[in-house]
């Protein structure tokens, strides 16, 4: 039997021309459990918020007609801790849906999530700790070449499906100031991690009359590190550097800086290596009343918009637009 290995725009995601196969977005910050299933957004490790809700839309390379699209949402929250043990730590979970469609490749993640944090260090001042996490799925594949003009018959009218099993591992370590009126400025501290995104269900097929098309998808290693200082005295930052390794290709490199002046609104600014692109982001965040809070400020909805303009010759293919949303509440004091 004939067989094909396709490799449509580097296999099977969208960001990266080395075959990103978990999405990344120009807001790290906002969708870092989706890279590493251990890592915290900001505002759970700095800012104690313990749920949130979160929604992003990503339109690549905007002047290009068959453009990438890729959607996500998100669901996370800390668990109660039920223990009686001071050093037991404390438990997140959350739920990650993604939808990339790079025609003729349509690609549907479903995830859930699972991370536990242990305190190493936690005195008057200061709290260590160290998280792991692990993402559990299911990663569906539609390839449809009907509307792919090629003249071999083997690769034309394919409209074929298929499903596979996908994991992901991650550990964290990070170490952040205690301080009390954490909701007008946030905990001044740091966090670097490690993960692997997919380690399982790498290599799988789908077949359609006949004809068996070969998926192959590249494991990827991830290290990331961020931190927040500075205050809404003067202004407040938040640095974050992310490091991608795939095999038989250039390390790629993400940093971003974001600078917050007030409580209700930040900017950026970011670059990539690999892609050579920059990246310019402007976002605010509302607090507003809710049942679900204890009081007015703990409740908050954060909006985020980036675009990004690539500096080789993928410019000639459009910017990268991508707009966020996160409705953030903390209930309870975990």
């Not at 396709?6 to 459990?33: K, R």
């Not at 050093?87 to 993640?109: A, Q, S, W």
């Not at 099993?165 to 501290?189: E, I, L, T």
């Not at 790629?252 to 609104?265: G, K, S, T, V, W």
């Amino acid at each position: 039997m004939k067989r094909l290995l396709v490799f449509i725009l580097s296999c099977t995601m969208s960001l990266s021309a080395f075959s990103q196969q978990a999405p990344l977005f120009s807001l790290i910050d906002d969708n870092i459990t989706l890279i590493n299933p251990a890592a915290y957004r900001p505002e759970f490790m700095f800012n104690d918020y313990s749920l949130f809700v979160n929604a992003t839309y990503r339109s690549q390379w905007s002047g290009f007609e068959f453009a990438p699209k890729t959607t996500l949402v998100q669901v996370s929250s800390w668990l109660p801790d039920w223990s009686n043990w001071d050093n037991f730590g404390k438990t997140r979970v959350g739920f990650d849906f993604v939808m990339d469609d790079i025609d003729p490749l349509k690609t549907y993640g479903f995830y859930g999530q699972f991370a536990h944090q242990v305190p190493l260090s936690d005195d008057n001042s200061h709290l260590s700790f160290i998280s792991a996490g692990m993402n559990l799925g299911l990663v569906a594949f539609n390839l449809n070449t009907n509307n792919l003009t090629s003249p071999d018959q083997y690769v034309s009218n394919i409209d074929a499906s298929s499903m596979t099993f996908d994991a992901g591992v991650g550990v964290v370590y990070g170490r952040y100031r205690k301080q009390s009126d954490y909701r007008y400025g946030g905990r001044r501290g740091y966090f670097v991690g490690l993960s692997v995104p997919q380690v399982a269900g790498i290599n799988f097929n789908v077949e359609d009359d006949g004809r068996s098309v070969n998926i192959d998808r590249v494991q990827h290693y991830y290290a990331i590190a961020g931190a927040q200082f500075g205050s809404f005295n003067q202004i407040l930052f938040r640095p974050t550097v992310m490091l991608n390794y795939t095999p038989n290709t250039p390390l790629h490199m993400d940093a971003r800086l974001e600078a917050q002046p007030i409580e209700q609104f930040w900017f950026g600014v970011g670059g990539s290596t690999t892609n050579k692109s920059l990246s310019f982001r402007v976002g605010g965040i509302v607090p507003f009343d809710s049942d679900f809070a204890r009081s007015s400020r703990d409740t908050a909805i954060r909006i985020g918009a980036s675009y990004t303009h690539f500096l080789s010759d993928l410019y000639k293919l459009g910017g990268t637009y991508e707009i966020t949303i996160a409705w953030m509440i903390d209930n309870y004091d975990y």
